[in-house]
């Protein structure tokens, strides 16, 4: 068994101040933008897919680069960087247009980071160590991205709810931002590399991502790595029409759950909040719900998915989603306290994050299976991108749908976009199941005429 040494994994700490300021921000980007610049639902909404929009194809070529030029150290600290300059941008925004502009450069620059760091992590660790140590790396940048939350929360307790404040404490994650680059620059040693790798990162399919769901883009440690070029005729025949069917329900779900996720902090902030004059920070709290409820799931979404299968328990919480989603809105009239609604809404999300971790780990536990022995790696990063393809379009459907006929309705057509997703999975294991006897057949009929 391969060990690491404390000093060899305490650049992980790097990472995990980075992500205090990249969680510190996700809620904070549409509160600021309603505020500070009198935005409307719809700008909400452009400012979240613009963001997607840009990284996208930034994990595509951060990752290829940092590949090419074997240099991870150098990537990670742009991106930290990035993160910096990005959040210091929305900070001195004076109008829509800059603040857009902000969130575009986050997109764009902040990405970097998260292939290297998947990369270094897995060329200084042998191979029988990826999932333990990969696993550590995500819980330490997990941890980093919840005390985000966690100090939004409390900064906006302690302070007045006013522009001023909001802008300080943009000014604040950017110093964050830049102490993780420097962090990163005095910890990261790419000396004790293990060479040769590039064969494994098939592999990596079997690894479970432990990332934060969050409206504005989906970080993808592994799926960025992966090459999405065109596949060969031969990964064409693997990759197969049940996988080709479940990337359909991937960019279905996607569009319904950031419609929803793209306005839910406005949400928050306007109708919950003003009705019961909380804060704010009581937004923050909701959001560390989530990110509380689908770190204690994730790590036990395997043992459920061995008794029950993964297709049945990922469409239990899909479904499960498509009830809560309206929850949050239709439970508005009967709630009587502002404490009784920070606790509902807490509550609500909680359970929403609890079925954002089963949805996820279960659906690369999907596409691993679908997917042929030689593509596994191709396909993970198919799957990343078909799930931002939808995250762009959610965040503009969201953004339009609420801007002209309200949250309610938002709310009910993200329902309908998951539901069409579950519909849409139904056939999915028929179709594998069918495919899988014909080719069983095949390979009979083959060995009998030898």
Request: hydrophobic share 55%; proline share 3%.
């Amino acid at each position: 068994m391969h060990r690491r040494s404390a000093a060899g994994s305490s650049w992980y700490y790097s990472f995990a101040l980075a992500n205090i300021a990249n969680g510190g921000t996700s809620p904070l980007i549409p509160l600021f933008l309603v505020m500070a610049f009198s935005g409307t639902l719809f700008q909400v909404g452009l400012v979240t897919a613009v963001t997607s929009i840009a990284s996208i194809p930034a994990y595509i070529v951060w990752g290829n680069l940092t590949d090419h030029l074997h240099r991870r150290k150098l990537f990670i600290i742009e991106g930290f960087a990035g993160l910096a300059v990005s959040i210091a941008v929305m900070w001195l925004s004076v109008d829509f247009v800059m603040f857009l502009i902000a969130n575009f450069l986050l997109g764009l620059l902040f990405t970097a980071s998260a292939p290297a760091g998947t990369a270094l992590v897995i060329e200084k660790t042998g191979k029988d160590a990826w999932v333990s140590e990969l696993g550590k790396f995500s819980k330490i940048g997990g941890a980093g991205y919840l005390l985000g939350l966690v100090a939004g929360g409390l900064w906006f307790a302690l302070l007045p709810d006013r522009l001023r404040y909001m802008r300080i404490f943009f000014l604040l994650l950017t110093i964050i931002s830049l102490i993780s680059a420097v962090l990163a620059s005095l910890l990261i040693d790419e000396g004790g590399r293990h060479h040769h790798v590039s064969h494994h990162w098939n592999t990596l399919a079997d690894i479970p991502l432990r990332v934060s769901e969050r409206a504005k883009y989906l970080p993808s440690r592994v799926g960025a790595l992966i090459r999405l070029a065109a596949p060969t005729s031969d990964e064409r025949k693997e990759m197969g029409r049940p996988l080709m069917l479940y990337y359909v329900v991937i960019a279905l779900f996607a569009t319904g759950f950031t419609a929803f996720y793209a306005v839910l902090p406005n949400y928050l902030a306007s109708d919950v909040g003003r009705k019961f004059s909380l804060n704010t920070s009581y937004v923050f709290a909701v959001y560390v719900g989530s990110s509380l409820a689908s770190t204690f799931t994730y790590g036990r979404v395997y043992s459920l998915s061995a008794r029950f299968g993964a297709r049945a328990v990922q469409i239990i919480a899909a479904a499960a989603r498509i009830a809560i989603i309206p929850l949050f809105y239709l439970i508005l009239p009967v709630l009587t306290t502002g404490i009784e609604a920070a606790a509902v809404m807490v509550s609500l999300n909680a359970l929403m994050g609890v079925c954002w971790a089963i949805i996820s780990v279960t659906a690369q536990s999907i596409v691993a299976e679908m997917a042929g022995p030689h593509i596994k790696g191709e396909a993970m990063g198919f799957y990343n991108a078909f799930y931002g393809i939808g995250s762009i379009a959610g965040a503009m459907i969201g953004g339009i749908v609420a801007q002209f006929s309200g949250y309610f309705s938002d709310f009910l057509f993200s329902s309908l976009l998951v539901a069409s997703g579950i519909m849409t999975m139904l056939p999915v294991r028929h179709l594998s199941l069918s495919i899988e006897k014909g080719e069983r057949g095949k390979a009979k009929t083959a060995a009998l005429t030898k």
